[in-house]
């Protein structure tokens, strides 16, 4: 390899920081195969093309679905299986892509095509009349129980039947077309795909040496090595896993090229080494575990992961004091046999951060240490082996709580009854309280966890933030709330006191259409009904009892 | 006439607005007003249940004493099942706080039955009360036209269900309703109120029923498409919510009608939708649009006020109007000011109008187009601004002048349930914004020419990122209320579920 190409590739790796090298249309077919990570789903695609099925991939920008595409191509093209490919969709009109597609079906070859949402849905749209493309318009817009795109991920088994029954309906051109949506893919969280990138990525930045001539005066210790060293680390690794997950659960999503940015911002601050000495800064402001919480550090994902969890902000009884002191801790310290005693907060918070990547300790262990409970519990929701029964009861009553704080904890009804609370006021503002006249049994509602449909063969890992609280037998367009994070933390939050009033407002709407669709399935009748007040002014919940026959009021003191 | 008997508030303002409008904005109303105006005159007539109101009006006693006379005369007369529910109420104060407080929701609730609004549910909860100065009345009359008319009918229904069930008349489904059941007064026929004017032009229709009006028509369109996507949960358990995104609808109107009362029927005032809180060019010309509104209000009520002058000057009734001599002799001795300051105000104003204009017919109309506001406690920019501010339109606390246009995610909820119709595929947010503007002159992001349309009315324009990120906030909004998907590319698809 020259030295112009030796540069290019260093160029192209450390573009990739700032996501324009991450886009696949402009890399070099050798660039985009050293960051190429071969995944399940790479080879479910090429199988289901030479199967003769048509393949759309969409997603959001920087998915990889062009990158995916390419690598498809190439294997195809190697194994001599003919096809036709449209990567470039948003720079091709409707009629172009569709026509494209007929002279694939007319040559007998499969189709692949990387497209983004908004333009699929236009494509489908455009597709409308046209007979031979019937199931692809279906595939997008027909009613969500069937619809392709709405039943890519799953939450209950009837569900899929419905879907697997629309598809048999169908025929076999059902099965002639898949749609694989990228913007699932548990891009975070899937460690077949996560480590062996940042093997590969580590792989270049290793190669990555310094001409003599232009080190400044200062280096004496290359950074970009440490954190080669670093990040190859399977302690390090591990522990990076645990908080890409933590950010995953809390609902922020990530594409490849966000995640391909991460790590080479961790490894080289996405500059080279005469740059990385610039601004005052030194060897440890240029460390993997500063650079994860580099303020400086552009992207959706850093600001996510400094927003969930930084370790140099969380209190860890545990250990602070000794790295305060200087006194040993459980730790495999990279490139180092033992750490100095910080000399002031800042560099005692870069040695927390250091530490919890360097730790000997469980990810698990070292979370559960500094987390809260409630983030405990949530991630309890994802854990299948669960009680789910009694899961959904704690949901219940936690909701129950929400509209009615002063409840009587003991009475059990507030965990197998969800009220279906509701206020009533003409003018916005702040209600006097709730009041209760229906309820529906926590015996038919189920907890769902999202799973990618069987038609797609377990052919990648889906983003899991969320758990779906919904009627039994949930089809969609039924009654469900969606449980994240920010759903169980004001639930939480609740149960342990805070008031409605200060509750996000969205919280409360969400909430509220769930228990406004639950009425349509409960009836609105009964003899003697009774209301039940939950009155935050006076702090408590009074019932009232009305015979509609004798139209009187029943019990009272 | 005698001198002295023109009384400057009913020839200059009343007379107008009812011969105009069709209602009468010139007290503060709240919403609660509202839907008890609205209903009263969707259910033909009003209960004023004083058994009711011993137990919401919290300084009663349910049942009265010997020397409570003017009550007590009525208590022996009610029938066993009422006795028996104000004396449960005067034993179970807890209970009674339910009604009390549920129906004082609105903080309308006063001493006087016939004064007061409820945080209504039903046509027995209807009072004579009078603070939606019959707007009630101008909207049943657009609710009610032509043989379709699912609004309307959808409030009839919910309004007058029974006790029990039946095969005409639905049962009470919600907690208000049946809360009040034991003290309902079944047997007692609903009073008319009486409307001493007719209803004004602005109503008229076309022979194919459809009404002249673009504004009144498009209000007409957002409540029968909100009807149609209540009607199934409606008729289920979500009453209540059906009964709220209608009365905040009817508010929504109101404010809608009342502000463009200056404007061709061509043109609707902008209200630009501030909803990005760090978006500073955006907020300045939002209370730019806003102050639109006074400008609105007043050219509507200078123009029919000029056209008075001229009318009294043509026929001569009281002298002539159209010089100075006359014009002053009319303030200080024609016109009854019912108020020495007025008097002083009125030649102050008009001695300063003389200095910058020759023609006194316009001078004294401009001074009596001031003097409005100065007669009446509330002229129609304030009664619009109050009601803009309970229903979620327009923003709480700042400075009078200086309020923007927001959208309180209820609100958000009813437009969006006003503007889809039944059965339609998703709509786009570009598509959304197009119809709100058409229809109701709503701008927020999402046409490409905003400014355009702003500097049509001079409104400084807005920075194109700031008004990216505006429509970003409102995708959100809806998104986080279950009413829009967001997909990749910033496409946002809006439907309402049903």
Known sequence: MDNHQKVSLEEYFLDLYNGHSGIAEKASEDNRARIHVDTLLESKITEWLRAGRDVILTGSPGDGKTHLLQQVKADMEQRGRELQTEQDASQKTGEEILLKWKMAQAQGMPFLLAINHAPLRGLAELAKDDPQFKVFHDAIFSNPSKSEITSFVLYSKEQWVEFEKSQQAQGSKANALMIANLTHRATLTDKKFVLPLIEKLVGIASNMTCVERDLPPDCTRCPIQYNVKALSNGVVQKHLLAILELVARRGHRATVRDLIALIVYMLTRGVDCKELWQEERDFSDNSYYNLAYDPDARGKLFEAIREVFDPGNFADTAVDLDLWNGSKVDATWIDEETVSQPANLDALRSLKRRYFFESNEKSKVLLKRVLSKTESRFNDLFNEEQDMRREVENLVEQINLFYAPHANKEDYSYRSQLRLWNSHRYSVGSVPGYFALRFYSAENLELYQPSLNPKYENAMEIHRDHVLLGTRYWLPGDPSLRIDWEMFQALANAANGTPIDVQPYHILRRLDLFLQQLGLLVSNYAPIETIEWSDHARRNVVRLRVNRNERQYEGGS | ?498
């Not at chain 2, 029919?304 to 009734?317: C, F, P, S, T, Y």
């Not at chain 2, 506001?373 to 923003?395: N, Q, Y």
């Open chain 2, 1 to 498: 006439m005698h001198k002295l008997d023109f009384d400057f508030r009913k020839e200059f303002f009343e007379d107008i607005v009812k011969s105009k409008l069709g209602y009468t904005p010139w007290i503060v109303a709240a919403p609660s007003h509202m839907a008890n105006g609205l209903f009263r005159e969707i259910v033909g007539g009003y209960c004023n249940n004083e058994v009711q109101h011993r137990v919401v009006n919290a300084k009663t006693k349910p049942v009265p004493d010997v020397n409570d006379h003017r009550f007590y005369k009525k208590y022996i007369e009610l029938s066993k099942q009422q006795k028996t529910a104000l004396k449960f109420m005067q034993d179970n104060s807890a209970q009674r706080q339910i009604l009390s407080q549920t129906f004082r929701a609105d903080k309308t609730v006063f001493t006087g039955v016939g004064t007061s609004s409820y945080t209504l549910s039903h046509a027995q909860h209807t009072t004579n009360d009078n603070h939606d100065r019959d707007f009630g009345r101008w909207l049943t009359h657009v609710l009610q036209q032509g043989e379709k008319r699912p609004a309307y009918k959808l409030l009839y229904s919910l309004l007058t269900q029974g006790v029990t069930r039946s095969a005409d008349v639905p049962p009470m489904s919600d907690a208000l309703s049946l809360m009040t059941l034991p003290l309902m007064q079944w047997d007692i026929e609903p009073k008319q109120r009486k409307y001493d004017y007719d209803l004004p032009a602005n109503l008229t229709y076309t022979t194919s029923g459809s009404f002249i009006s673009p504004l009144i028509t498009a209000i007409r369109i957002a409540f029968d498409r909100l009807a149609e996507n209540d009607h199934d949960s409606a008729m289920r358990n979500g009453k209540l919510d059906a009964l709220r995104r209608m009365t905040t609808l009817a508010c929504f109107s109101f404010y809608l009608h009342l502000i463009n009362i200056g404007e061709p029927p061509s043109r609707k005032l902008p209200l630009l939708l501030y909803l990005e809180r760090n978006s500073r060019t955006i907020k300045r010309s939002s209370q730019e649009s806003y102050r639109l509104v006074r400008q609105s209000t007043d050219r509507f009520l200078y123009n029919e006020i000029r056209d008075k002058v001229v009318e009294l000057d043509a026929h001569g009734q009281f002298g002539r109007w159209d010089n100075q001599f006359d014009i002053q002799r009319h303030i200080q001795e024609t016109i009854n000011w019912h108020r020495a300051k007025l008097k002083v105000d009125c030649q102050t104003f008009y001695d300063g109008y003389r200095t910058t204009t020759n023609n006194e017919i316009d001078a004294i109309a401009h001074t009596f187009t001031d003097m409005v506001g100065m007669a009446f406690s509330e002229t129609p920019a304030t009664v619009a601004r109050a009601l803009g501010v309970k229903i979620g339109l327009l923003t709480r606390g700042d400075r009078r002048e200086n309020k923007a246009y927001e959208l309180h995610p209820d609100l958000l909820e009813v437009l969006v349930r006003a503007t889809i119709p039944v059965g339609e595929e998703p709509w786009s947010i570009q598509k959304l914004a197009l119809y709100w503007y058409d229809q109701f002159g709503i701008l927020f992001g999402g046409l490409g020419d905003e400014n355009q349309k702003l500097a049509e009315w001079e409104i400084a324009p807005i920075d194109v990122n700031e008004l990216k990120r505006n429509e970003q906030s409102l995708a959100q909004q809806l998104e986080l209320s279950g009413y829009a998907q967001s997909y990749a590319d910033g496409v946002v698809l809006v439907s309402v579920k049903r």
